[in-house]
């Protein structure tokens, strides 16, 4: 399997899921890159689209959580709007696939939530994943940093 740059995207609250599937990735040789990597001083959403534009594939730590979170579905649509390949890796329960969006709902899953099967279902999933394309000559605009309400709701106080 040719070394790629992967991108994983994935909620706060699968933080042991994504661990347990970056260990895996790790196994196979890939290069991989999630947010654990920003250190403080960073501006942390530019760093995060610039590995996104980077990165030779997309691989989102797919549950309810990733599919809640604001920043998981900014990273998602940027990464789709730059044509990088799409990996999603079940980590928990999803709403059905006519609740996601079509890009997402056609794209097919690994599921590591079985561990039994999870190391040659992923690796397979790799191998088979087209080449990232070129980037496009005008790229398409920044997703705006994803806030919660809670900063919103600050803001306005």
């Known amino acids: 399997m040719g070394r790629r740059l992967i991108f994983l995207s994935y909620s ?5 899921a994504a661990l347990a599937l970056a260990a895996e990735l790790d196994e196979f040789g890939q290069e991989l890159w999630l947010d654990k ?3 403080g001083g960073q501006i942390w959403w530019d760093t995060i689209l610039e590995q996104i534009r980077n990165c030779d594939c997309f691989v989102l730590a797919q ?8 920043a998981c579905m900014s990273e998602l649509e940027y990464a789709y709007s730059l044509g990088k390949p799409l990996l ?7 709403p059905p696939d ?6 997402l ?3 097919q899953r690994v599921d590591a939530r079985d561990s039994s099967k999870v190391t040659h279902d ?3 999933a790799l191998l088979s994943l087209p080449e990232a394309p070129p980037l496009p000559e005008q790229l398409p605009p920044p997703p705006p940093v994803p ?3 809670m900063d919103t709701l600050s803001n306005k106080l």
């Not at 706060?12 to 042991?16: E, G, L, P, T």
């Not at 309810?64 to 604001?70: H, I, Q, Y």
């Not at 999603?88 to 999803?94: I, K, Q």
């Not at 006519?98 to 890009?103: F, N, P, S, T, V």
């Open 88 to 94: 999603p890796v079940m980590v928990g329960d999803t």
């Open 12 to 16: 706060r609250r699968d933080a042991d």
């Open 122 to 124: 992923l690796a397979r």
């Open 63 to 70: 549950s309810r959580a990733s599919l809640e979170s604001k």
């Open 105 to 107: 709902a056609e794209a």
């Open 37 to 39: 990597e920003l250190s």
């Open 98 to 103: 006519g609740l996601l969006k079509r890009y």
């Open 147 to 149: 806030i919660t309400y």
